[in-house]
Nanobody
Framework: QVQWVESGGGSVQAGGSLRLSCTASGHLAYSLYCMAWFRQAPGKERAGVALLNSDGSTKYADFVKGRFTISGDNTRATVSLEMLNLKPEDSAMYYC??????????????????????WGQGTQVTVSS
């Protein structure tokens, strides 16, 4: 059974930066995955942050455009998130997510929770003002 594990979270001051990483352990059942980052703050819904489709295309939530960059390896189902100029409102638990994106599954996903099948346990990001 494949598990996805996030790392890189922590506490920073506003304006600081962090880099999150997510790696998969175990035997991957599919040749390509679409990968994404979501976040969830206390009392709020889990929201999509950034998406990396199997063709390398990316999509970002408006609230992180220009500050966050997603990258990864779709064949290894790994993904990173470079976060610059962090703001207190970026504080949340950050989750990586994966979905098969080969063959009949198609090559792309949208940045919505129900498009993803596999989730990491999350890594906390706290930004102080």
């Amino acid at each position: 059974q494949v598990q996805w594990v996030e790392s890189g979270g922590g506490s920073v001051q506003a304006g600081g930066s962090l880099r999150l990483s997510c790696t998969a352990s175990g035997h991957l059942a599919y040749s390509l995955y679409c990968m994404a980052w979501f976040r969830q703050a206390p009392g709020k819904e889990r929201a999509g942050v950034a998406l990396l489709n199997s063709d390398g295309s990316t999509k970002y939530a408006d609230f992180v455009k220009g500050r966050f960059t997603i990258s990864g390896d779709n064949t290894r189902a790994t993904v990173s998130l470079e976060m610059l100029n962090l703001k207190p409102e970026d504080s949340a638990m950050y989750y990586c997510a994966a979905a098969p994106c080969s063959g009949l599954y198609g090559g792309s996903r949208t940045l919505v929770r129900h498009d993803f099948d596999y989730w990491g346990q999350g890594t906390q990001v706290t930004v102080s003002s």
